[in-house]
């Protein structure tokens, strides 16, 4: 049975092999690229786990999964089914136990893509990336300051478009800083399987007015840092993903901006992205 590839970016693709196809929350992020690079494969299969042995509980998310380990297998317990990972081997199976579970959404496939990004040196942010020709900005910021209320103001504004509102991913390499849409879709239920340079960043929040601060460089890794999925359970993957954060830092101009919804925000936020 031939996968389905999920991409972010072009070069962190997970191969979901399942009889029911590709998951619905992953609509417009599937690819048929041969040339494609598969990171993860991961085989759906709709009956409980066989049994693993002794589990070593590593991660309690209070709720929403947990993380245990049997030898060089990772186990994630969600509720209707459990995934279990071979990120050495590049494999893994997902057992569904419950028949209207979707296999792969959230919380288990921004799990899964924070592992591997990070490998690269890569982070999914709390953002929304609103791009206009080759150049982006990041407006990061936790539920609630204001990411797809400004994603609504923003999309389709002298040609802008909303790479999307909630869930970004960040990248630094020899060819520049560059941000990637994701399925993750907040509130405006924006979102683009497309990439483009960063030119800035900026923390929002609500405010009465209209205030811009610029950042330092060590205020600006913290905060970015704070918004970031990182894989905290994994201590080398998490390493490597906070220096790339730091690299992002050292190469792209960050601010605080304190902002009312409506159209001096909106102009003023397309005039940064004409004038980067």
Not at 4 to 19: K, M, R
Not at 75 to 84: E, I, Q, S, T, Y
Not at 236 to 254: C, E, N, Q
Not at 264 to 270: D, I, V
Request: net charge negative; hydrophobic share 45%.
């Amino acid at each position: 049975m031939r996968g389905a590839l999920l991409c972010i970016g072009q070069d962190t693709c997970v191969e979901i092999i399942d009889s029911r196809g590709p998951p619905s929350d992953w609509a417009g992020f599937a690819s048929s690229r041969a040339s494609a690079c598969v990171r993860l494969a991961l085989e759906v299969h709709r009956r409980p786990c066989p049994p693993l042995g002794p589990l070593e509980l590593v991660f309690d998310s209070e709720g929403l999964w947990t993380l245990s380990r049997a030898g060089r297998l990772d186990v994630f317990d969600l509720p209707g089914l459990r995934a279990v990972v071979d990120f050495g081997a590049g494999q893994g199976h997902i057992h569904v136990h419950e028949p209207d579970r979707e296999a792969f959404a959230y919380p288990l496939d921004e799990v899964l893509f924070s592992r591997l990004l990070a490998e690269r040196g890569a982070v999914i942010v709390h953002a929304c990336g609103v791009a206009l020709g080759d150049r982006a900005l990041l407006l990061a910021g936790e539920s609630g300051a204001g990411k797809s209320t400004l994603a609504k103001l923003l999309e389709g504004q002298r040609g802008a478009s909303v790479l999307g509102d909630d869930r970004i991913a960040l990248e630094a390499s020899e060819a520049g800083v560059r941000i990637w849409g994701t399925p993750w879709r907040g509130t405006a239920g924006l979102c683009r399987d497309r990439s483009t340079s960063l030119a800035q960043i900026l923390f929002i929040r609500h405010a009465d007015a209209l205030r811009q601060r610029h950042l330092s460089g060590v205020e600006a890794a913290s905060r970015l840092l704070a918004l970031s999925a990182l894989p905290y359970w994994d201590r080398v993957a998490t390493g490597r993903a906070a220096d790339g954060v730091l690299d992002v830092i050292s190469r792209v101009p960050a601010s605080d901006l304190g902002f009312t919804p409506g159209p001096e925000a909106a102009g003023f936020l397309l005039d940064c992205l004409m004038d980067s």
